[in-house]
């Protein structure tokens, strides 16, 4: 094979691969089709939620008088009747999150519900944990050896141990500075387990490989018998529990999340899709998080001393559910996203580019690549490009060229079409021949 013609496929695929990823990147940034998740919170002094909106550039332009004025750089404010907020007020009906911008405006100490909060007790109140999509079902790289720190309570710092552990039916400890097994600490570990009442063999780990935590909660690990146990290190020695699960619920999933304080280590999703918060005394408490999906919702939940809050999102909407502490009915909210709905721009977007390829899709940390289509807008799309390069290919090369350089102008849009360039303009010219054999004469083809 000739160099040109090696450099005209490199050209070639080049040419795909900017087109399929970067050229819709750019006209999404052209368009101003910048689409950004909304946020919403629960506000214990309003008793509702408050959202936080990114509208596009067009939205913005197109938002009434009295509302114009309240948008900052394409953030919006509301709460859950859709009336537009304030920033300032958006703030100050979020004491637990905006602690700091209520001691800066001075008003502090504030009175929730007859209780009065300074700037440390409504720090301390405030709990958010989270789940995304790519924590769960193998969406994030797993390295097989995971570290049990040493959870010493008169050592201030975490400190990563020389050994790491595996599963392999029971668990399996090596020395890494030795790269050798160490015996003693696994069967040290694997008879703590069994006197628990663990069944081998170990079937899934959940914990975090980090220092940068206020204390380490250890592993969750799930037994043969679906048990959910939590494995700790304290002083070298092995220190096992047993997490008690509602009747009839499985692990799904452990989100380990240790947060300030050791009120809580994170939140288990059930077999049932229920979502539990895990607190520090190993208790579950169901939060209200119906209808989430973990393969596509991001989940929050913000837990406040006045009740648990449960949001869930994608790109299209959000949903939130509140519950209080001493009980009463539930209070919900839903809106959609307003950057995910489909606009002019987005239209125009999928005329131009029918097919996009998304290399690292927000569901999974690894690179997955994925194609989208636009539906009915990416028809229409691709049946132009197809068009309009079959035509341009009919011209350079006649009929017999007009098949391939069709699905490219399909496939690709406008990109397809600058694909043509780096291709032959007629049908008896292979590309990978830099000496092309000359072509019979095709009636009607006007060669240029």
């Known amino acids: 094979m000739h160099a040109a013609a090696l450099g005209r496929i490199a050209l070639a695929l080049a040419t795909c691969l900017v087109a399929a990823?970067?050229?819709?990147?750019?006209?999404?940034?052209?368009?101003?089709?910048?689409?950004?998740?909304?946020?919403?919170?629960?506000?214990?002094?309003?008793?509702?939620?408050?959202?936080r909106e990114y509208l596009t550039p067009r939205q913005e332009a197109a938002l009434p008088a009295a509302e114009?004025?309240?948008?900052?750089?394409?953030?919006?404010?509301?709460?859950?009747s859709g009336n537009a907020l304030s920033r300032t007020d958006f703030e100050n009906a979020l004491p637990f999150q905006y602690a700091e911008s209520l001691r800066v405006r001075g008003l502090l100490p504030v009175t929730i519900q007859?209780?009065?909060f300074d700037a440390e007790a409504l720090r301390q109140g405030r709990l958010i944990l989270g789940i995304r999509p790519a924590d769960v079902a193998g969406?994030?790289?797993?390295?097989?050896?995971?570290?049990?720190?040493?959870?010493?309570?008169?050592?201030?710092?975490?400190?990563?141990p020389e050994d790491r552990f595996r599963l392999a039916g029971r668990l399996e400890f090596v020395n890494a500075d030795h790269n050798a097994p160490d015996p003693?600490?696994?069967?040290?570990?694997?008879?703590?387990?069994?006197?628990?009442?663990?069944?081998?063999?170990?079937?899934?780990?959940?914990?975090?490989?980090?220092?940068?935590?206020?204390?380490?909660?250890?592993?969750?690990?799930?037994?043969a018998a679906g048990g959910l146990y939590q494995l700790r290190r304290v002083r070298d020695l092995p220190q096992v529990a047993r997490v008690s699960l509602p009747p009839g619920e499985g692990v799904a999933h452990v989100q380990v999340q240790e947060a300030a304080g050791g009120a809580a280590l994170g939140l288990m999703v059930g077999t049932s899709g229920t979502v539990y918060r895990l607190g520090g005394d190993l208790g579950l408490r169901?939060?209200?998080?119906?209808?989430?999906?973990?393969?596509?919702?991001?989940?929050?939940?913000?837990?406040?001393?006045?009740?648990?809050?449960?949001?869930?999102?994608?790109?299209?909407?959000?949903?939130?559910?509140?519950?209080?502490?001493?009980?009463?009915?539930?209070?919900?909210a839903a809106r959609a996203v307003p950057s995910g709905e489909p606009g002019p721009g987005t239209m125009v977007s999928w005329l131009l580019c029918p097919l996009r390829l998304t290399l690292t899709p927000e569901t999974s940390d690894f690179v997955a690549p994925t194609l989208a289509v636009g539906g009915l807008w990416s028809a229409l799309g691709a049946g132009l490009w197809a068009a309009v390069a079959g035509a341009y290919a009919w011209r350079k090369g006649g009929a017999a060229a007009v098949?391939?350089?069709?699905?490219?102008?399909?496939?690709?849009?406008?990109?397809?079409?600058?694909?043509?360039?780096?291709?032959?303009?007629?049908?008896?010219?292979?590309?990978?021949?830099?000496?092309?054999?000359?072509?019979?004469?095709v009636a009607g083809a006007p060669n240029g």
């Open 21 to 51: 990823v970067w050229l819709p990147l750019g006209l999404d940034a052209l368009l101003g089709l910048r689409s950004v998740r909304s946020i919403a919170l629960f506000s214990p002094v309003a008793g509702q939620f408050v959202f």
């Open 68 to 80: 114009a004025g309240l948008a900052e750089h394409g953030l919006l404010h509301r709460d859950a």
């Open 114 to 116: 007859g209780r009065a």
């Open 139 to 160: 969406g994030r790289p797993d390295p097989g050896l995971h570290a049990l720190l040493d959870s010493r309570p008169d050592r201030v710092t975490l400190v990563f």
């Open 184 to 223: 003693a600490l696994t069967e040290a570990v694997n008879a703590a387990l069994a006197a628990a009442g663990f069944v081998f063999p170990a079937t899934a780990a959940y914990g975090r490989d980090t220092l940068l935590k206020p204390f380490d909660a250890g592993w969750f690990l799930t037994d």
């Open 286 to 332: 169901a939060l209200p998080c119906r209808g989430y999906d973990p393969a596509r919702h991001w989940l929050k939940a913000v837990i406040d001393p006045f009740g648990d809050a449960c949001i869930v999102d994608d790109a299209a909407a959000i949903a939130a559910a509140y519950r209080p502490a001493g009980g009463g009915p539930e209070i919900r």
């Open 403 to 441: 098949p391939l350089a069709a699905a490219c102008g399909a496939a690709g849009g406008l990109g397809g079409l600058v694909m043509l360039f780096w291709t032959p303009h007629r049908p008896c010219a292979s590309p990978l021949d830099d000496n092309p054999v000359a072509c019979p004469a």
